[in-house]
């Protein structure tokens, strides 16, 4: 089991930033990769940043350039990083996990960007 806490959302004004975070607890021995995935009233989930325990990357094409997904390994936590963020970036924001057998998730933290 995989426990997935996340930290940070909040309301923010367009062009403004904000800084997402996840800790991660149990078997973290079993991770392979941990991301962030968003969700927008009416709207499926969708990834928008993962990082593998190795360091590559993959970011969705909506925030490339502006977000920025990072890892410590060594405190279990993994960071998005967010800039420029738009009234479109306005979602529910998801701390993701995924192990060889299962994919495990945080409960959502609201980002609201908006003048």
């Known amino acids: 089991q995989v426990q997935l806490v996340e930290s940070g959302g909040g309301l923010v004004q367009p062009g403004g930033s904000l800084r997402l975070s996840c800790a991660a607890s149990?078997?973290?021995?079993?991770?392979?990769?941990m991301g962030w995935y968003r969700q927008a009233p009416g709207k499926e989930r969708s990834l928008v940043a993962r990082?593998?325990?190795?360091?590559?990357?993959v970011y969705a094409d909506s925030v490339k350039g502006r977000f920025t997904i990072s890892r410590d390994n060594a405190e279990n936590t993994v960071t998005l990083q967010m800039n420029s963020l738009k009234p479109e970036d306005t979602a529910v924001y998801y701390c993701?996990?995924?192990?060889?057998?299962?994919?495990?998730w945080g409960k959502g933290t609201l980002v609201t960007v908006s003048s």
């Open positions: 993701h996990a995924r192990t060889m057998a299962l994919d495990y």
């Open positions: 149990g078997s973290i021995f079993s991770i392979t990769a």
């Open positions: 990082i593998t325990t190795s360091g590559s990357t």
